[in-house]
């Protein structure tokens, strides 16, 4: 990267930029701060990859929408976490990592385990992601996903791609990513590993020994904060006493930046000088998204969800969908015409507003091959309850 | 020449990160001071600081960058500076730790040893005497290991670095540096399978099983005993995960009577399930109904007359194998 890295604010300084989101309604402004740098990350993208990171959002949205009308069908089991509206944190976060870096999922991540690394090609087998196929087997509950259907919904990974497992406990993947990156730093290596967290997360103390262990060593860890303003049926005021999460980064020395979660290519300038950083040896990183959480905790608490959030909020917190944002800088940027920008209509609405023709063709047919395969692969044998409790 | 115990375990830890050019070290203050104990004296000075890292006072970290460092090619030491405090890297162990290979459906191996100074007698208090395996023995996926002797703490260490699986490796403090049972190690790459109990005695009236600290108490009741003409077996079963249940129901077809003897409160203990799979496994040989001298349902006190009062004793221990053999 040939962008100036510039000397990294604290998130004391960021936050004084105006990117707050109260009550979901992140009204970024793009003043430039002094402190930062003359050329952002997005400055060297070409059209082609403006282009891409679009299709992603699209790719990222029809994946959650079609959940929730499988789910609606009855034909999923578990509990579905949409990322519905927090998009633009996956894949502004997930496009410029080298397909080498490491990540770790968390339950609304659900589709950055098969868009890790899907600039190396959506098809190529050799690609640093998990297929669509294998995503979709998991979704399914079938044999042919990576786990075998042992644990739920996001609870998978693969150590050939760098994908890292986690479990239901928040924020225990973080020093499991410091470990990572601790060993590639021995072996001299020079991979990131990102963590995706929720900001409700951020109060277990296995946040704070992870990075505290991960500065101390300068390791390669970027820690991503998905602030979508709702811990479950909580709150952020009564999550923690700040405004900014990323000024968690304040007791540890190391840089806290806040991004518009709701910008994808905000997200891509922020997480890619959080993970520049990391990469020349600085070591570990904030980067807190501020976003807004679509629906209810999980499925099941979709309409109980109500009782806690006010419609006007959710009414707000909605109405800066990450699809139109990037679809009015690709217009100024004149990267597609006007007529193109009304192809396919998907942002603004809910998962049962949409249908198909909302979305690109290709993101439609993407994921019908993963459907396909989950449908036809087997439930896993009985007997592999009792399998693989120790290596033999 | 005779070496103790500690240096037993500290010879492994240096054959091992010789052999094993992968291997990490990670733990409390077991660098630069060379840890609370000594254990790991003279490792940073010669692997360095990369291999023998001084860790924060953060179990959950300890044990969590384990699990990253070992998913990313390495082997880990991880050192509990007392067992006790490992309750604080709880979830890490149990939840992240332990199911990784299952959870994995065997794509992911852990190259994971936690071990750490364990075990009361020694006026260690609540937070510095316990023996809480039975927390870990009701996680499936983790193997757990509890020595008595010298070269089987160095031969076990060495099988448990080379393994593959979580292990945890109980170290009863008190023996550390008891002369009493300093011993000639093995010469050359000696390693000890799991799963393989010892007889540390034999006798034909009675079986003890027991491990750790008590395996000492035993041998001493088995004498008592012997003074009264009764002869008992003393089981070390050395591992507890993998339990070698063929070695003890061979026993019981001896003897027909079982005393389980461990450091740990009763309720929900190793002794009880041992008691509970012999039922299970060799009802028909039992003469008497199998027996558990363990710990009261307490914590370790700090004064010297209730600690004793709480743990097993040679005397409760003798009682026991009279009472078995009188039934």
Known sequence: ?392 | MKKNFLTAIKEALHEEMEHNGDMICIGEDIGLLGGAFGVTEGLQERYGTGRVIDAPISEAAIVGSAVGMSLNGKTVMAEMQFIDFISCGFDQIVNNLATYHYRTAGDVDMGVVIRGPAGGYGGGALYHSQMNEAWFANSPGIKIVCPSTPSDAKGLMKYALRDRNPVLFYEVKQLYRDNAIAEELPEGDYVIEFGQASIRREGSDLTFVTYGQNVYHCLKAADLLAEEGVKAEVIDIRTLVPLDEETILKSIAKTNRLVVVNEAPMTCGFAGEIVARIADKGFEYLDAPPLRVTRLDTPVPWAKTLELHVLPSVEKIVAAGKRVVRF
């Open chain 1, 1 to 392: 990267m040939r962008y100036n890295l510039g000397s990294f604010p604290n998130a004391r300084n960021l936050g004084e930029r105006n990117l707050t989101a109260k009550n979901g309604s992140a009204t970024a402004t793009r003043a430039k701060a002094s402190d930062e740098p003359d050329q952002l990350p997005r400055d060297l993208l070409t059209r082609e990859e403006y282009l891409e990171l679009f299709r992603q959002l699209y790719l990222a949205r029809y994946f959650d929408v079609r959940l929730i009308k499988e789910k609606k069908k009855g034909r999923l089991t578990g509990t579905l976490y949409s990322s519905h509206n927090q998009e633009a944190v996956l894949v502004g976060s997930l496009f410029g990592l080298r397909p080498n870096d490491w990540i770790s999922p968390i339950h609304r991540d659900m589709p950055a385990f098969f868009m890790k690394d899907l600039r190396s090609g959506w098809d190529n087998p050799d690609r640093m992601g998990m297929t669509i196929e294998e995503v979709c087997a998991q979704v399914w509950c079938k044999a042919g996903s990576p786990g075998r259907a042992r644990d739920n919904w996001s609870h998978i990974g693969k150590k050939a791609k760098h994908i890292i497992h986690s479990t239901s406990m928040l924020a225990g993947t973080i020093p499991v990513a410091a470990g990572v990156a601790y060993a590639d730093k021995l072996d001299g290596g020079d991979t990131v590993v990102v963590t995706y967290n929720g900001e409700g997360s951020t109060a277990q103390g296995v946040f704070h020994e992870a990075i505290n262990f991960a500065a101390v060593h300068k390791l390669a860890v970027v820690t991503i904060i998905e602030n979508n303003q709702w811990a479950y049926g909580t709150p952020t005021h009564l999550g923690y006493p700040l405004e900014d999460y990323a000024r968690r980064a304040d007791g540890y020395g190391i840089p806290g930046f806040i991004a518009d979660g709701q910008d994808v290519f905000d997200v891509y300038d922020k997480v890619m000088q959080a993970v520049a950083w990391g990469r020349s040896g600085k070591g570990p990183s904030i980067v807190e998204c501020k976003t807004f959480r679509a629906y209810g905790h999980g499925d099941h608490d979709d309409d109980r969800a109500a009782k806690y959030r006010p419609p006007h909020e959710v009414e707000e917190g909605r109405a800066r969908d990450p699809i139109a944002i990037a679809k009015k800088v690709l217009l100024e940027k004149g990267y597609i015409s006007e007529s193109e920008s009304t192809l396919y209509q998907a942002e603004g609405k809910s998962a049962g507003q949409t249908t198909d023709e909302d979305f690109p063709p290709e993101v439609v047919a993407y994921l019908k091959r993963g459907v396909d395969y989950a449908l036809k692969s087997p439930a896993p044998a009985a007997e592999e309850g009792e399998r693989w409790v120790f290596r033999v």
